[in-house]
């Protein structure tokens, strides 16, 4: 007995040292390893990177922003099935262990020696808690190796400890990827359901719950099979821990497993998505941006937005299709497998979607059938294909006419096409049901323009960007150039309004007569410059409101030369056109770059009165907590917060803030002068619309440019278009021919339905028939009769004022016997040899003519 006694008490002593030197040995190895590990306290106040959206001003969305696609939910806002599913799936005794779940670790230990033992390669298996994950996600890589299992084990055992366990379920289903790019279960849920977590039923919740071990084997269209599998075993867990009934698992179970489609409505306006993505990047910061979750809420209108890009795209098309065609997109070597060789052939550049790329299989002289890869075969017919004459001399010139499509086109070609719509289609609706079912589907020729362009349309009150159209097509080109926003280009004749302008608050009036004739400047530096009129004529004495609605160059330049550059260039300045424009007197004729976004701005400083207004695409900005960090509109409203309800109470009184720039009388008249280019000017083909409207056109030389800036009383609409490498346009191509149709098909559309609101008149103002060529008071008799607006105090007497060569004179002194006696004489009429000092207010002149700063 005494030996056994001996052999027990040392085997329990030696056990007692092992255990001792085990548990030294433990505690050393958990001190080594966990000296050197990431600070986790950090996480109590983790914010994890979310989406930034953009919403359109009807509450769509337009955009999102992000590095990773996920949307912040915090745990008290996650269902209880969803934790209870994934704690199911992933750490049954989440809320029983300390953050290392010691069982799991034996029998995974275990598991692993077995297949160690029987030579098997397979991957060690894990027993992470969620409380481990949530620590390798933070602070480790994919490693696989037990140092850093221990790594992970005494992280989160400490995370257990100053957490919690609500905390550390808010990071893990916050921060965990699920596969489509969607990182945490708000994000899974819109991306596989287009759900929010709380519409999703067990199904759906078991389905997200499979997927953080392999998101990428689960995919329920690509392996699903495997992910139908992986969902009911997740069912199946839910159920063994009491999480659901029975019944409701095999309920759950079947339930087809189907991917929904995104049906949310999303306005696509990438230009203007863009635009706001740079400004928010300069205003916060690009972390900001991509990982801060703003909630932005943009001012573009979707239906107008629609509208724009429709009305652009149309115009453009409709200019190059007037200069003719530029080829097929490619010509197969033969027929053969002509679908496969189709297939080979990428889409070209800037085609829309509803493009197709088709092949010519036959072609005779009025119809021509055309294959493509998938589509049944189609029909071209040469009515729809006369413009496609030869495109020659960069579109200056034309081929001959098209009198059957063998001139266009031969078996073989690659060519685009649009499906002919029921509007494009004039005898659509007199064919049979019978007819139309046999009949092969109409298609048009098409071409990607050269050309490009840009509209936008702004609140002139507010300055609210309503749409914006920066070009044919976003990415066409390669890049995200914005010709709204980014293009700086001559302007021409739409600068001219600020001339005169400048000249009505001078104390002109729309009725004071201006000399149309030769103009000649000497400089020794830069030579004589001979401005001319688009016609090349001269007109003579002529009103000032004629010259903006006939566009007049001398008289433009005569007024400007009169009123001095130095007046036009802080008028351009201050309405934000330009910034220190030179006193140049070709500037007069807009020869200074803008970009159509300043000019059109400037433009709804004059319609709204003369009250300074800043562009802007945003109305308001909120941080991830729902806190407003940005407002455009910055007006106190202090009883507005209360007015959630309608109730026939009081309009709060909301200050106007913003500065007056212009008096509005002078701005009134200029207004109603550009009325008179769409009732009797370039704008003329405006006339139709039967809305009040008033606008400039503008050409730049050589036609590089074309310019048309028009409005409502309550809508600025500015359209440009021209070559990316400016170049002529054509002879005969003008802001009338090619950016009033555009702005046109806009207006259109835009006002359909809209009530016709003429435009405000302010105090101040009397309208008085007038002879529209002398314009003196109208006498009986007088054939050209107009009302005409006048500041109290201007209205015309009896007598006639000439802004001629010598400055402002009576045209009974200057020599006049009447208003048709000029004749121009081309060698007495140089403005620049008269030694009158430009800009000086020592010329003769009515006492109405200030010789003031201009400027309100």
């Known amino acids: 007995m005494k030996i056994l006694g001996r052999i027990f008490l040392y085997l329990f002593s030696l056990g007692f040292i092992g255990a001792i030197v085990s548990l030294g040995g433990f505690v050393y190895m958990l001190n080594y390893y966990g000296k050197d590990l990431p600070e986790h306290s950090q996480l109590r106040s983790y914010e994890p990177p979310i989406v930034t959206r953009l919403y359109a001003g009807d509450g769509h969305l337009m955009a999102e922003f992000a590095q990773e696609k996920r949307v912040f939910v915090p745990i008290a806002f996650i269902p209880d099935l969803v934790k209870n599913a994934f704690i199911a799936a992933e750490d049954q005794n989440f809320y029983k262990h300390s953050g290392v779940d010691m069982k799991a670790v034996a029998r995974a230990l275990i598991k692993n020696v077995t297949n160690k033992i029987q030579g098997s390669s397979r991957r060690p298996e894990g027993a992470s808690t969620i409380t481990q994950q949530v620590a390798k996600n933070f602070f480790f890589t994919n490693e696989v190796s037990y140092e850093r299992k221990l790594k992970e084990a005494i992280i989160a055992y400490r995370m257990n400890k100053t957490l919690g366990k609500e905390r550390i379920l808010e990071l893990y289903l916050n921060q965990i990827y699920l596969g489509g790019g969607a990182h945490?279960?708000?994000?899974?849920?819109?991306?596989?359901?287009?759900?929010?977590?709380?519409?999703?039923?067990i199904a759906e919740v078991a389905y997200l719950a499979a997927l953080p071990k392999a998101p990428n084997n689960y995919h329920p269209l690509r392996n699903h099979e495997e992910a139908l599998e992986r969902r009911n075993w997740v069912i199946g867990r839910m159920m063994a821990e009491g999480y659901i009934t029975q019944t409701q698992a095999e309920m759950a179970e079947l339930v087809p497993l189907e991917m929904r489609q995104d049906t949310s409505q999303r306005v696509d306006a990438p230009h203007f998505a863009e635009e706001v993505r740079r400004e928010l990047s300069d205003r916060y910061g690009e972390d900001s941006l991509y990982k801060g979750g703003l909630v932005v809420k943009t001012s573009v209108d979707p239906e107008l937005q629609k509208i724009a890009e429709d009305s652009l795209r149309e115009g453009l098309l409709a200019y190059d299709m007037r200069h003719g065609y530029r080829g097929t997109v490619a010509t197969l070597d033969s027929l053969d497998d002509w679908r496969k060789k189709l297939s080979n052939i990428k889409r070209q550049e800037g085609m829309l979607e509803k493009w197709r790329l088709a092949v010519v299989l036959k072609v005779e002289k009025d119809t021509a059938k055309i294959g493509f890869i998938e589509e049944p075969v189609g029909t071209i017919e040469l009515e729809d294909s006369k413009w496609?004459?030869?495109?020659?001399d960069g579109g200056l010139s034309l081929g001959p006419a098209i009198t059957s499509l063998e001139?266009?086109?031969?078996?073989?070609?690659?060519?685009?096409?649009?499906?002919?719509?029921?509007?494009?289609?004039?005898?659509i609706n007199a064919e049979t049901e019978t007819e139309k079912k046999n009949k092969d589907t109409v298609y048009l020729l098409r071409q990607v323009p050269d050309i490009q362009g840009a509209l936008i349309a702004l609140d002139p009150h507010t300055g609210r960007i309503l749409a914006m159209q920066g070009g044919w097509n976003y990415s066409y080109g390669g890049s995200e150039f914005n010709r709204a926003t980014q293009a700086k280009r001559q302007p021409g004749s739409a600068f001219k309004p600020f001339v005169y302008l400048a000249a009505l608050d001078k104390g002109f009036t729309p009725a004071t007569l201006i000399l149309d004739a030769p103009f000649v400047l000497e400089d020794e530096v830069?030579?004589?410059?001979?401005?001319?009129?688009?016609?090349?004529?001269?007109?003579?004495?002529?009103?000032?409101?004629k010259g903006v609605e006939k566009s007049r160059n001398l008289m433009t330049v005569r007024l400007a030369d009169f009123l001095g550059m130095e007046l036009i260039s802080r008028y351009s300045d201050h309405f934000g056109i330009t910034e220190n424009m030179q006193p140049l007197l070709a500037n007069s004729l807009g020869a200074t770059e803008?970009?159509?976004l300043r000019l059109t701005t400037?433009?709804?400083?004059?319609v709204n009165g003369g009250k300074k207004i800043s562009p802007t695409f945003i109305d308001r900005v909120q941080d991830r907590y729902g806190k407003t960090i940005f407002k455009h509109d910055e007006r106190p409203c202090h009883?507005?917060?209360?007015?959630?309800?309608?109730?026939?109470?009081?309009?709060?009184?909301?200050?106007?803030?913003?500065?007056?720039?212009?008096?509005?009388?002078?701005?009134?008249?200029?207004?109603?002068?550009?009325e008179g280019v769409v009732q009797r000017g370039t704008g003329i083909r405006l006339k139709s619309l039967g809305h009040p409207l008033a606008g400039k056109t503008g050409t730049t030389n050589e036609s590089r440019d074309a310019w048309f800036i028009g409005f409502t009383p309550d809508l600025v609409v500015g359209v440009f278009a021209g070559f990316d490498n400016p170049r002529t346009l054509g002879d005969k191509e003008t802001g009338s021919s090619v950016a009033v149709p555009i702005f046109k098909s806009f207006m259109k559309?835009?006002?359909?339905?809209?009530?016709?609101?003429?435009?405000?008149?302010?105090?101040?103002?009397?309208?008085?028939?007038?002879?529209?060529?002398?314009?003196?008071?109208?006498?009986?008799?007088?054939?050209?009769?107009?009302?005409?607006?006048?500041?109290?105090?201007?209205?015309?007497?009896?007598?006639m004022y000439i802004l001629n060569e010598s400055g402002i004179s009576l045209m009974s002194d200057y020599g006049y016997g009447s208003y048709g006696d000029y004749q121009p004489d081309s060698t007495n009429n140089s403005s620049g040899q008269t030694g009158v000092e430009r800009g000086s207010s020592g010329m003769q002149q009515p006492s109405a003519v200030s010789t003031g700063s201009g400027l309100y």
């Not at 030579?527 to 409101?545: A, D, H, M, V």
């Not at 106007?656 to 008096?663: F, H, L």
């Open 594 to 596: 803008t970009t159509l």
């Open 388 to 392: 496609a004459r030869e495109y020659k």
């Open 602 to 606: 400037a433009y709804g400083m004059i």
């Open 639 to 674: 009883a507005c917060g209360s007015m959630i309800k309608w109730e026939q109470q009081v309009v709060p009184n909301v200050p106007d803030s913003r500065e007056q720039i212009a008096d509005p009388r002078t701005a009134y008249q200029l207004v109603s002068i550009m």
């Open 407 to 427: 001139q266009v086109i031969k078996a073989g070609s690659v060519i685009m096409v649009e499906p002919k719509s029921v509007e494009q289609d004039k005898d």
């Open 526 to 545: 830069a030579g004589t410059w001979k401005p001319t009129n688009y016609s090349n004529e001269f007109y003579g004495p002529t009103t000032l409101r």
């Open 749 to 799: 559309n835009a006002l359909e339905g809209q009530p016709a609101i003429p435009f405000r008149k302010p105090e101040g103002i009397k309208n008085i028939r007038i002879n529209a060529n002398t314009g003196v008071r109208a006498k009986a008799g007088d054939e050209e009769v107009i009302w005409e607006s006048f500041v109290s105090g201007t209205e015309p007497g009896d007598d």
């Open 184 to 201: 945490g279960v708000g994000a899974a849920a819109l991306h596989y359901f287009d759900k929010s977590l709380e519409e999703l039923n």
